[in-house]
C-alpha cells in the first residue's frame, strides 16, 4: 500500500520561508501527477500545488510566486519551498495524487506568526 510521509513544517514570522517534503513510498504509477493541500481549522481542504511528470506546475492564486512546488521522481519526493509566508498560510499541509487517489497522510503543520 503507498503511504505517504510529510515533513518540514514549523512556527515561522510573517515574510519567512520553509521548505515541505514528501515521501511516498511504494509505487504510484508515473503518470501521476502529485499534490500539496493544506488544511486551515475550520475549513475545507484544498490544493495547493500540483505538478505532473513532465513537471507542468499549477498553484492557488494566492501563493503564485511564492511557493514553488518540485518533484524527485527517482527518490519518490515531491517539495514545498514557501516563501513570503503570510499569517492566511496557516495550515496542514498534505501531499497526495492530484487525484486525491491515496490514502491521507499525518500532515505537516504550518504556523505563520510574529
Known amino acids: 500500500q503507498v503511504q505517504v510521509v510529510e515533513s518540514g513544517g514549523g512556527l515561522v514570522q510573517p515574510g519567512g520561508s520553509l521548505r515541505l517534503s514528501c515521501l511516498v513510498s511504494?509505487?504510484?504509477?508515473?503518470?501521476?501527477?502529485l499534490a500539496w493541500f493544506r488544511q486551515a481549522p475550520g475549513k475545507e481542504r484544498i490544493r495547493v500545488a500540483s505538478?505532473?511528470?513532465?513537471?507542468?506546475?499549477d498553484y492557488l492564486p494566492s501563493v503564485k510566486g511564492r511557493f514553488a512546488i518540485s518533484r524527485d521522481s527517482a527518490q519518490n519526493r515531491i517539495y514545498l519551498q514557501m516563501n513570503s509566508l503570510r499569517p492566511d498560510d496557516t495550515a496542514a499541509y498534505y501531499c497526495n495524487t492530484d487525484m486525491r487517489d491515496l490514502s491521507w497522510g499525518q500532515g505537516t503543520q504550518v504556523t505563520v506568526s510574529s
Open positions: 511504494g509505487h504510484i504509477p508515473d503518470i501521476s501527477a
Open positions: 505538478i505532473t511528470i513532465t513537471n507542468y506546475t
